[in-house]
């Protein structure tokens, strides 16, 4: 059972950066490889959205609320997918999950995000 362990939230000033991490344990590698992965987020009281993908190929697509500020990457061989988070704002305050995108494993606990300006 593939179990996700997110890593690198933290209490950041706005406009600051942070690099969030992902390990997919107990994914087999060639399934975690030949699926697109991707970040999501649930803020205080909102539902959890999505806010990218890569593909199994590496190519990758953003939604408009982190365009131009966020990158999501993978490196399938160590099963990890990461986030680059640049320029931050409050409304970034959320728990930060990663699963595959589409039919999903299970949620991780993800990591926590705190903005604050």
């Known amino acids: 059972q593939v179990q996700f362990v997110e890593s690198g939230g933290a209490l950041v000033q706005a406009g600051g950066s942070l690099s969030l991490s992902c390990y997919a344990s107990?994914?087999?590698?060639?399934?975690?490889?030949?699926?697109?992965m991707a970040w999501y987020r649930q803020a205080p009281g909102k539902q959890r959205e999505l806010i990218g993908t890569?593909?199994?190929?590496?190519?990758?697509d953003h939604s408009d609320s982190v365009k131009g500020r966020f990158t999501i990457s993978r490196l399938s061989a160590k099963r990890m997918v990461y986030l680059q988070m640049n320029s931050l704002k409050p409304e970034g305050t959320a728990i930060y999950y990663c699963?595959?995108?589409?039919?999903?494993?299970?949620w991780g606990q993800g990591t926590q995000v705190r903005v604050f300006s």
């Open positions: 107990g994914a087999i590698l060639s399934d975690f490889s030949g699926n697109a």
């Open positions: 699963n595959r995108h589409g039919k999903r494993w299970s």
């Open positions: 890569v593909t199994s190929g590496g190519r990758t």
